[in-house]
């Protein structure tokens, strides 16, 4: 088929662009199989069977990386050629799909790079227009995000529409931006990633290709046979002296990984405790841990007038009482005083902060401590002790002045109007202690509200090497946990179970319980700090996977993340005839049900290998997939219009597994029992690029017309009951395991 074609190369910022007409177009990585074609054999995985269609070859950032170290970052943004950038201006571009590599630029064109060299974990690709920028996401909108960005990390880049722009087009349900992340993983480039005729992934005014890859270096330096032998490898490593894949894929948590763990009590200033503690001994030792100051006394009594459980009272003449109440028909709540208090000093930091709510006047009282001569600073309200969180932040100089400032991310932010008035500022053995006091409100909406209902606030803290504001360097600097308490009055000490951190990361996992999933059911190593083996959390931003006797050698491997973008021109409906294309929303779910990933515990010991099958379940809705939001904020939307429709067209669904253990997932409509979609991996057996032995690639549902080969799209109703199935051979020991469903639709009403 003789077609228009449009070819443009870009290499991280440099252009480089040609226009070719008349050339046949051809797929970038053969073809493609699915998973439910129909029988009649007439689907056609060839691009080209598009007719007028264009692609686009777009290069990330160079990739430069070590063996065993991890690439996982937000590469800079890669401007789209002007040539497509001045055609689409104002125009929307229909991609009805694309291709992805990994790839070696060299004079005479692109060398692939095996998998057994650069392992794909995932990838987050998007294209932003006109109208939209990248953002990080942090704090509450991060922890919310039911996994639908980046695995379920509490914080992620993402498009957005920008804020500050007009749009004569607000209500068009046009995306400003998209994005791209299906069949994401080490299954990337043999599994499809098109659509059917007539649906596409709209953008309006493209102009810019993002994409943050998370790859893991396995190619071994140390052997130059065309097979694969695993280099080095950490104690923690899973895989088989003889497997043919590389256990550093799985992320192990090496000896250079430092993991704390601790069991955590909190205090409540309110109501009462989700988890109270139920001896006096654990809760004299909770008490001692979260008492502002020494415990005077311990008393253990039997009241039905008192807070039941474990309670502290902080008297204003400096004394604390640790109580424990065994009557368990108490109806007493925490707190009830109008001044409450908390304190906590940050050794690596080398700060200490009080700070003091008063209900009755409505102000706060802060007193920060650090070394004279240096500066110190604090900030409040860091959900995930980052500056990326951008938290109000109190700075006292080495001269003992203090200012106020919006920390930006991972930058040194504004200074802000000030709010506080300093009443104490004195050095005593070479500490200033700062005392300052502001409304509780905040005097703008980058000053902090305190808020006397929380108890407890997060705050990141650090001390610099000079008298100025400036880079607190690697050490000086930490998070912490200002846990309040009422004055005068019983403050509840409650068990906030076990959690830690790792490499000073706070650990956090959402595995839900059943129905929705079983993981939590199963002791699944994953939810867990002090269980937790390997995965994501030990896999972050140039993390070397070996243990610290072990170093990798210094040959870099160099390369490029690759897509090739198959494009349209879109048409809008007019009073004659619909649109060319309709929108495909994005729907998301973990089988591991907002875990992120899981592990694959091995079986038992001499079970015969092809009996070696673990399970997980999850039961959820179609409406728990829903983002009822207007997609031209925000690629991952559903509306506007949601309620305006009963259910959705399911068009697309693949699922993301990784090598070397997958064996099937499956989805069903759970109210039928219907099948909607089985995958069943398509494993390598060679050695040669994108047939490597043990490696997969999964075959996606696809559902259009029967001329086009495809079987009927499923409707399915917002409040139909799904249920996933992901096994896995488990021989063997894995980590980090995932089992998302990735699938695309469009709204429609009850057929």
Known sequence: MKVLLLSLFFLGFCFGSSLRRDVTVSNMNGEYLLSNSHPNGKWDSNYAKFGEVEYIDVYSPLISSQYSEVYLTMMDPVPLDPNVVDKFKGKIMAVVGYETDQVIKKPGGDVSVPITHAYNHHYCAYMSGALSEMKQVTGDLGVEDRGMNNHGAPAWWQTFKKEDVGDVSSDSGIPTSQFYSEGNGGEFRKSYHGYPFGYAQLIESPEFFHIQPMQIDTKNRHYNGT???????????????????????????????????????????????????????????????????????????????????????????????????????????????????????????????????????????????????????????????????????????????????????????????????????????????????????????????????????????????????????????????????????????????????????????????????????????????????????????????????????????????????????????????????????????????????????????????????????AHFKVSDMMQNCDIRTNPNCWGPGVSNFTGVELIYAGGHCHAPSCISMELYHADTGMLLCSHYPQYGHTHEVMDELGYLALPPCLWGTEEEGLLTPVYLPYDANLTSIKRNNNTYTHYGEMASWQMRGVLINSP
């Not at 192990?252 to 988890?275: E, F, L, M």
């Not at 690596?348 to 650090?370: W, Y």
């Not at 080495?398 to 008035?421: C, F, M, W, Y």
């Not at 409100?441 to 407890?456: I, L, Q, R």
């Open 227 to 617: 097979d694969f032998k695993p280099d080095l490898l950490p104690k923690a490593s899973a895989a088989p002296s003889d497997a043919a894949y590389s256990g550093l894929l799985e992320c192990p948590c090496t000896d250079r990984i430092v993991k704390k763990i601790d069991h955590v009590y909190n205090t409540q200033t309110s109501g009462a405790c989700d988890k109270a503690i139920s001896n006096e001994t654990l809760c004299f030792e909770a008490a001692a841990s979260v008492a502002a100051g020494e415990v005077s006394q311990n008393l253990t009594t039997s009241d039905k007038t008192s807070v039941p459980g474990c309670s502290v009272i902080h008297w204003s003449n400096g004394t604390v009482t640790a109580i424990y109440n065994s009557e368990e028909g108490s109806l007493v709540t925490c707190g009830g005083g109008d001044k409450l208090m908390g304190e906590v000093s940050v050794e690596p930091s080398v700060t200490s902060v009080k700070l003091e709510l008063d209900t009755d006047t409505n102000k706060a009282t802060v007193t920060m401590s650090g070394p004279n001569g240096k500066y110190f600073s604090v900030g409040f309200n860091a959900p995930n002790f980052a500056m990326s969180d951008k938290p109000y932040t109190i700075v006292v100089d080495g001269a003992g002045n203090v200012s106020e400032r919006k920390l930006g991310d991972h930058d040194p932010g504004t200074v802000i109007d000030q709010s506080v008035s300093v009443t104490s500022n004195k050095v005593v053995d070479g500490v200033r202690s700062v005392t300052m006091v502001r409304d509780l409100a905040g005097k703008t909406s980058d000053h902090y509200t305190f808020d006397p209902s929380v108890s407890s606030l997060a705050i990141i803290s650090a001390s610099g090497t000079g008298s100025v504001y400036a880079y607190h360097g690697p050490k000086t600097r930490s998070g912490s946990t200002l846990k309040m308490s009422v004055m005068d009055s019983p403050t509840c000490v409650c068990d906030g179970g076990i959690k830690g951190s790792i490499n000073g990361n706070p650990f956090h996992k959402d595995c839900l319980d059943e129905p929705k999933g079983d993981l939590v059911q199963q002791k699944n190593p994953t939810c867990w700090i002090d269980t937790y083996q390997g995965g994501l959390s030990c896999c972050h931003h140039q993390t070397i996977l070996l243990d610290q006797d072990q170093s990798p050698p210094e040959e870099k491997l160099e390369y490029h993340m690759k897509f090739r973008f198959y494009y349209q021109t879109y048409t809008p409906a007019t009073s004659s005839g619909p649109a060319s294309h309709r929108n495909l929303l994005r729907m998301y779910y973990q089988t591991e049900a907002n875990a992120g990933e899981y592990d694959v515990p091995q079986c038992a010991p001499g079970t015969p290998s092809d009996q070696c099958v673990h399970e997980i379940t």
